[in-house]
């Protein structure tokens, strides 16, 4: 098994996912999408965030290549889409993805259908976000999560998946993003030092979960 982690920032990773994986003896390399670099032999895609917005592939061509690579294989391979990877999935099937209402910090969203990647959440949960696009969904797309403000968080189309929240976070991630963001509180830090644990625990779940997708699907 290898697992393909589409960077579109050099700052946004895997963070905690990484950890897991190096536990669990999981392969998976980086692909620097952002300074140019193109890889497509993966068993699996985790499409990772970003500042720029899907409307801006113009000014940032690696996105197409990413909504490409999305049609291409959506059918195909499991892909996981975070934040901004959520939205290059709603935009590779055509879907509007818009500036809306900025969501930064702790945010409760519901779980209102039942999906493999997420089987063992609770139906709601606090996550961290760090957003200010949402995005329509695709056609024939189940949604998995919403949010009390901004409604499309999470949803399957074939064998994509996106979240809008960041599951990946560590409470390092956080202090680093939030020190180096003008204008972003710093009572996040100490308001995420109590919510972190059920935050990994949450992102555990997903990455066993999406193992065994990658497994299953491969008959690995």
Same mark, same amino acid.
């Given at each position: 098994?290898?697992?393909?982690?589409?960077?579109?920032?050099?700052?946004?990773?895997?963070?905690?996912?990484?950890?897991?994986?190096?536990?669990?003896?999981?392969?998976?390399?980086?692909?620097?999408?952002?300074?140019?670099?193109?890889?497509?032999?993966?068993?699996?895609?985790?499409?990772?965030?970003?500042?720029?917005?899907?409307?801006?592939?113009?000014?940032?061509?690696?996105?197409?290549?990413?909504? /490409?690579? !999305?049609?291409?294989?959506?059918?195909?391979?499991?892909?996981?889409?975070?934040?901004? @990877? &959520?939205? $290059? =999935?709603?935009?590779?099937?055509?879907?509007?993805?818009?500036?809306?209402?900025?969501?930064?910090?702790?945010?409760?969203?519901?779980?209102?259908?039942?999906?493999?990647?997420?089987?063992?959440?609770? /139906?709601? !949960?606090?996550?961290?976000?760090?957003?200010?696009?949402?995005?329509?969904?695709?056609? @024939? &797309?189940? $949604? =998995?999560?919403?949010?009390?403000?901004?409604?499309?968080?999470?949803?399957?189309?074939?064998?994509?998946?996106?979240?809008?929240?960041?599951?990946?976070?560590?409470?390092?991630?956080?202090?680093?993003?939030?020190?180096?963001?003008?204008?972003?509180?710093?009572?996040?830090?100490?308001?995420?030092?109590?919510?972190?644990?059920?935050?990994?625990?949450?992102?555990?779940?997903?990455?066993?979960?999406?193992?065994?997708?990658?497994?299953?699907?491969?008959?690995?």
């Amino acid at each position: 098994m290898k697992i393909l982690a589409i960077k579109n920032h050099r700052a946004e990773g895997l963070g905690y996912i990484e950890e897991l994986f190096a536990q669990k003896g999981v392969e998976y390399e980086y692909v620097e999408a952002w300074n140019g670099e193109r890889k497509e032999d993966g068993d699996a895609y985790i499409i990772l965030g970003g500042p720029m917005g899907v409307y801006e592939a113009e000014k940032y061509p690696f996105l197409k290549w990413e909504m /490409e690579l !999305i049609r291409r294989e959506a059918e195909r391979k499991p892909i996981l889409g975070i934040c901004l @990877g &959520a939205q $290059l =999935i709603a935009g590779a099937f055509g879907k509007r993805v818009y500036p809306f209402k900025k969501e930064i910090g702790w945010f409760h969203v519901n779980r209102v259908d039942d999906d493999p990647l997420f089987g063992g959440f609770p /139906e709601r !949960i606090e996550v961290f976000q760090w957003h200010g696009d949402t995005f329509d969904l695709p056609d @024939g &797309a189940r $949604l =998995i999560f919403t949010g009390d403000e901004v409604r499309n968080q999470g949803f399957r189309t074939g064998e994509a998946v996106g979240i809008q929240f960041h599951l990946e976070m560590t409470l390092e991630l956080i202090e680093k993003w939030v020190k180096t963001t003008e204008g972003v509180p710093e009572s996040i830090i100490d308001e995420s030092a109590d919510k972190i644990e059920e935050h990994n625990r949450l992102c555990e779940i997903m990455v066993d979960n999406f193992i065994r997708e990658v497994e299953q699907k491969h008959n690995l």
